[in-house]
Structures are given as C-alpha cells and as structure tokens.
C-alpha cells in the first residue's frame, strides 16, 4: 500500500485511494484491539508481570542471558506504535533512528498493543515491567494505520503498513516483527515484504487469531520472506484461536501472558492470548541467536531456529498448526545445536538467495536472506489483524483435529499425532 495524504503533497486522487483501500487493511486491527480490553484483570505493577510470563523459566532465560542477551541486534517493531516511556523501555527504543513520514507518532501507542510487543522483546523487566527475552536488543518503533487508530487526522497522517516495512528495510534493524494482519493480499505489502526480503531482514509476523470462526490465510505471515508464528500454551498445546494453514512456520508462548490493556499504561492486564506474542517470542529469540553468532545471515539464523525447534515429527513434513515446531533458542545457545548451513540458501525453500550481509551492509560470500512463503491469494473478504486475543481464555485451548475418524490433538512433545502438509517453493 502506497501511502499519501494531502499535507505531504498527495493528489486526490491517491488521496482517494488511500481511503478505499484504509478499510481494507485497517479493518484487521479489531482483531487487536477489542480482544485486548475485554475483561481481563489487571496486574499491579507492584505484583511484578513477569510472575505472569510463565515462559521465561520454560525457555531457561537466566542461563540464556549468561551467553547472548541480544545485544546488538535491532529489532524493528511494525505495530499501534512503542511508548518508549514505560518502565521496561526507558533507553530500549532508538527514537531518533525512525525518521521522515513514518516517524509520525511513532511512540504514541494508541492501544498498547505494540508497546506489549516491544517489551516481550526487549523489556528490561525495570519496575516490574514485562520482561524481554533479549533485553540486550533495542527497538525501532513503526506506528502504521490500523483500524483501532480512530481519529481521523491521525489516521490521515500515519503510514500505512507497507512504508514501514520499506523504512525498516533501510534500517539498520536486522529483525522486523508484525503482529498485525489481514486476509486478503495487498501489492504493496507484498512488495514491501519482497523489498525488505531482498536487504537480508529477517520477518516474523503472527499467523491470526481467527481459526475458530474463518481461518482464512492471514497476511503478512503468507508473503514470501515472512516467518509465520502461531501460538501455544504452557503446556505446549496449540491455542484453539491460532490460525494454521501452509503458511505457519514456528510456533511459540502466545496464551495466558501479561500485557498493556490500553493506551494509558496504568496497569497491565492478565490471562492475553494471541498469535502477536508468539511472533515476538520467535523475534526475541531470532535476536538472542544473531547476537551470540553476528556474522550469520537471516537465512542461517532461521535455519538454526528450524533445526532446534521442538517437535515430534519429520522436520521436512511441517504441521499445518505447528509449522516446524516449537521455538528453543536455549538448544543453540546452552548446547551448541542447530547447523547454520549455507549463508545464502533460503532454508525454507532451499532457493539461493541474493541479499546484503547481515550487520556489515555488504555482500558476504554468502549472501543473507530470510525466509520465505509462497504468496497466497485469498477468497477476499473482511480483512482481520493478528493481534492479542482473549477469545480463547478459557482454560481449555487443546484444538482438536478431524482425521477422517481421528482426531488428533496438537502438542509439543510426546506421543500427539501432528497434521503435516507439504511446503510449496516460491
């Protein structure tokens, strides 16, 4: 989506443009908002949220931040905008490296949502703030137009998803991460995406959290160069509200988790589900890898991110739910597991890529990339966004799965049969 309104010397009729296409794509963001405020407890700040991230003992962070806390690393944040004033932020947010039109407001978040994401990846946890899995990392933050954005000059005067992607891709951000959504496919997304696939930037974004009700295929996580997130419980099942489909490639901690209920940042709420927090998880993560290892490029990072996953079934058959399993940094960095294999072979689709080093800006001799999905289109229809959900609070999120006369409940580890599907090239 190309952006444009009249103060930047838009015409009418790109100016017209914009507006039709803004239902489209903002539309999504309800997805984030709504599911976020719809009465969930709050967690006084005193009561620390991250007694409430029941992960961080799962993924053994205290030993992790012994070896890579993600220093080094930036990681771009596409979302409602970072409010880098909150405790857990405070000298976490680069401010002054997001320039030019999409800087606009870029750390007034406007429902909390996106300060959320960036403290699940780079929080200090500072006054008992959420705590970031690679707290070393810094966040450059991208406010874009999403529908929970309801006043109308702000609206005009926000970018639009695809400027931000183009922005970070010009960055110096090696990570980009979009917990936001919509099912139908925009070219300028697209192009963004393939524009930022082709500077060596590494793509997470949430897989949806509509798969009790439409379960259509959920962009940006279904473009070429994306990883597709979903989201699991504590004990390792898929949350029944998680999208799946082809274009789910890892899965990580998306339900029961602390975040910012809303754009005053009083307190935060507990017991939020979503594929948003998953996509970060898978971000945070990324960071600690890239950090330990920065002469890699994106496609050896994801590579060692797919060969150390958790799972219980052939890597080269990934579930439709589950994708190439569970994500584990601590594997590679507590036990040296997971080959980086060739810097320029996508690990996806095994294509050779074209990209600029990670960190240095220059082509290694092997080049980076990230990874990749075949781009899918879609019968249309209500765009939706891949935010936080509490659609699936209650306490049973095993999603069970029709197999003919089987069913077959989704799982981490153990004996749970996983769905497989065969992974197109692009």
Not at 228 to 251: M, P, R, T
Not at 262 to 291: E, P, Q, V
Not at 306 to 323: E, Q
């Amino acid at each position: 989506m190309k952006s444009g309104i009249g103060h930047r010397g838009t015409t009418p009729a790109r100016a017209a443009a914009r507006g039709a296409r803004r239902l489209a794509v903002v539309g999504a963001a309800l997805g984030i908002v709504v599911g976020l405020s719809a009465g969930l407890a709050p967690v006084a700040m005193a009561d620390s949220a991250q007694a409430k991230q029941w992960y961080l003992d799962d993924m053994s962070a205290e030993q992790i931040w012994k070896v890579s806390t993600g220093k080094g690393i930036k990681v771009a944040v596409i979302d409602t905008g970072v409010n880098a004033g909150t405790p857990s932020l405070k000298g976490q947010v680069l401010t002054g490296e997001v320039t030019g039109d999409v800087a606009y407001h870029a750390t007034k978040d406007f429902t909390g949502h996106g300060t959320t994401i960036a403290e699940m990846i780079a929080g200090t946890g500072a006054g008992g703030g959420i705590q970031g899995i690679a707290p070393g990392a810094k966040i450059l933050p991208y406010r874009v137009l999403l529908t929970s954005l309801k006043d109308k000059s702000e609206r005009e005067r926000t970018p639009e998803p695809a400027e931000a992607v183009r922005a970070a891709a010009d960055s110096d951000a090696q990570i980009i991460n979009m917990s936001i959504g919509q099912d139908t496919l925009d070219p300028d997304m697209k192009a963004a995406v393939k524009y930022a696939y082709s500077k060596g930037k590494l793509m997470f974004a949430s897989v949806g959290n509509d798969a009790e009700k439409k379960n259509l295929v959920d962009y940006p996580a279904a473009y070429a160069g994306v990883v597709g997130v979903a989201a699991l419980d504590e004990s390792g099942q898929v949350g029944k509200f998680s999208e799946h489909g082809d274009f789910v490639d890892l899965s990580a901690p998306g339900l029961k988790l602390p975040y910012w209920c809303d754009a005053s940042f009083k307190s935060y709420c507990s017991n939020g589900d979503g594929t948003s927090f998953a996509s970060a998880y898978a971000s945070a993560s990324a960071a600690l890898i890239w950090a330990d290892h920065p002469d890699w490029t994106a496609n050896q990072v994801l590579r060692v991110l797919i060969d150390t996953a958790g799972r219980d079934w052939p890597k080269n058959k990934p579930s439709t739910y589950l994708g190439y399993g569970v994500v584990r940094p601590a594997r590679n960095l507590l036990k040296g597991e997971g080959n980086p294999g060739s810097a320029n072979v996508d690990p996806i689709t095994n294509q050779t890529t074209e990209a600029v080093g990670a960190k240095s800006g220059t082509t290694p001799s092997a080049s980076a990339s990230g990874s990749s999905q075949a781009p899918k289109t879609t019968s249309g229809g209500e765009t939706s966004a891949a935010g936080s959900s509490t659609e699936s609070s209650s306490s049973n999120n095993t999603l069970w799965i029709a197999l003919g006369a089987v069913a077959a409940v989704i799982v981490i580890g153990g004996g749970g049969m996983a769905v497989m599907r065969a992974r197109r090239s692009r």
